[in-house]
């Protein structure tokens, strides 16, 4: 390792401020990666002290190093094989026997420990006291009291850390005597120092511990550096039972005991408890949020005002941020070289399409920061477990977890989520099975882009039963998501390996303003780095399959001579004017951008002032355009007006027909005629099919493209007139199968992305893409044909599906999934 | 007798834990082990989880993580 440069690790059990000490000593100094090969965060930070460059790692929160989850795994090895300089024991001071159970499995593993007792100023609020001069006597390593939170203890931490750094690891003292196991522990000792040389990398004492305890990984070790590994395995098993039958206590559970006596020793000589005990205040608390009637009361209020602060006041936002964005396509606008009549250079469609996907994502960035911070004020306060505890029942019967409730609230369980958070805050959930499961359903759910869609559908369709329409579509998606979680549980999740619920209901906290703003930020940016740039990369695959392979010559050469026509009609009026002279050649082609670009700020000017200002600026800019773009009383001045207006409109008639001709013969648009067989069973015809396809990189486009095929024929008219007379077959019934799909639809590219950071794999990605297609199809088809067949309208194939996806959820509730834990 | 079916308000010793792997080990994890004193708090609105005191702080666990904890 470099010589000055100083590895420091935290370690410390849930909830005991862990995170406060790594951002009190670190700052702003953080970075965040992953461990390999599992989706744990790694988190590292930096600062300098006299000079040196000290960096630290602060490790997944763990109550104990076993082999049994990937954050303990992942603790221990760090640990052990990275070997930093000092490890950080973080605990909660007024909590201190359980805490002291992780330090002397610290001690364990014979490295250099600092005990760092944390939360001093809980300890004091509840009348505690701790001998901090004993307690590091008894444990043999150096103890700084501290409380982060208030700012107390920083620099003595600091100073510790060198001062242990310089004393050249200095190694605890305490022992553990395990009483009857002692000779068997001294006897793998043995064997493993004569057999092996892993005393050069291992406390050759945890190692026999580890082994005694059964440790699977170690067992691995093992098998993968001793030649006599099989011999020394069958005699560690045989010690094993040996011991469970005299002892009658399996030897993990003789381990655990000795290990808690003595961190019960050790607390009962350093802590003096107050004569009378109160009831804490968190407990009288919970006698309120975890009530049975009070309890899903105040969790349904604080569900509403996170709807409210991010959704509809993030919204609200969004009106202030979206002009910034706005001026950055204009930007990009400008840069990029001028449009033709017809030719619109490749380049500037391109760029143009690039800059509004991002946009349509970077649109969000409000309303993720709001939902970032109130998710990390519900973690700090501690009110997610009991969240948890209150919903468990309900959700563990549909294969999911109490730990489910925030992804799939964040999600949109009513109308208006979004997946990505949703899908990120499924991190916490510790039972592997139920966090796929979560993973995998929460794009079902009703995120904000899939409305546009459903607001078009239902204001043509279902315009005399709004309100109704509305609340199906709202309520569908959980009927549908919890049925769906019960099944993939019991197919594809199977194998999953589950976990205990077990969960510690922490005291509450106040969250502090720095550590919120710390995690909001940390995760608004982490989603613009590892999500925007995937979704800009897919957003060029989508241009691509939109565009080409383009408009033949022959079609090409007819709308030019349409322009050729539409231009000599202008000039035809133009031709004894004062203005012909300047609209000659390319002059004409600047009167169109310049008329354009007018009426583009003309649209946004509100005032009276604005408006002045701007038609000063475009007098300035050039006076004779002017004239043409407002003649007042000119006569000729007037005549040019009118027939530039018919140019400009005639214009703008063949680019759409263009848009859309090259949209019709894209690769997509041949897919979605190529779907239309397969698809026509559940109503949709090749056009919708090009919609949902083009939606795949963001849910957004679907109504964008729609827009685009259904062709506007005059001013003013709205898309939901338009499609309502192009498509005239279409009926309710098409409808509400088209709205279900739009429900079941796979995950927008976000989405997956945040699905492959969760999952770890792009195999789930890739499956979480597929089955909601499958799934989507099969009901939509479902729903239109049987209700085609049956005559039913909208509204009964509405009410009739509703109808079977309750008794269908209901069903499932009814099958429980038992989990299997092993009996002695 | 185990904790499942113990009512909020009672208290009791741990005797045993039957169960091993990841439960027992979690159970062990989160202080509960035989000797110690725990009290059961309250159930959840449905029921189930429950939640315990022991020495001084609080544990959820569901019924059917409770019957292997013996309670005397």
Redesign the interface.
Known sequence: MDSDKTLVALAGQPNCGKSTVFNALTGASQHVANYPGVTVDKMTGWYSHDGRKVEVVDLPGTYSLTSYSPEERVSRDFILLEKPSVTVNVIDASNLKRCLYLTVQLLEMEIPVILNLNMMDVLRNRDMKIDVDALSRQLGIPVVPTCMKCGRGKQEMRDAIVRTVAALRPVSTLHIDYGEMEPLLRDIIERLSTESSLAERYPLRWLAIKLMEGDSEVLQVLRGNLTTADGLIGFIESSRVAFEKEQSEKPEMHIARHRYQTAETIAKTCLTLPVDAKRPLSDRIDSLICHRVFGPVVMVGVIWLLYYLAIVQGYHVTNYTWPILAKLRMLAEALLPEPGFIEIPLICSFTLWVVDSANALLNYIPIFFILFGLIAILEDSGYMPRMAFIMDRLFSRYGLHGQSTLPMVLGGIYVGGCAVPGVMSCKGIPDERSRMATILIIPLLNCLAKVPLYVLLINIYFAAHKGLAMFFISTISLLLVLPVSKLLTMTVLRDKGTSPFVMEMPPYHIPSLRGVLGRAFERVWLFIRKITTIVVAVAVVIFVLLQFPGIGAERMAYYHSRKDEAVADFAKINRNTPYAEALAGDGLMDLVRYWESYKDKRMIAKSSAAVAGLNAEFEVRNPLFFQLVQPNEDREAKKVNRALKKLVKERKGLLRSMRKERIDRSFLGMAGKWLEPATQWAGFNWRVNVALLSSLAAKESSVATLGALYEQQSDGETLEERMAKSEAGFTPLHALSLMLFMVLYPPCLATAMAVKLQSGSVKWMLFSICYPMLLGITIASLVFSLGRALGLSGLQAMFGFYGMALTFTLFMGFFSSKQNHTQH | MTLDQLKPGSEGIIKK???????????????????QNLKV??N??????M?V?I????????H??AR?VEVG
Do not use: H, T
């Open positions: 834990i039957s169960a091993w792997d990841k439960l027992g080990q979690r159970l062990m994890d989160m202080g509960v082990y035989p000797g708090i309250r959840a609105p449905l029921n189930d989880p939640e005191q020495e001084g702080y609080y544990v959820s666990l569901r059917d993580e292997f």
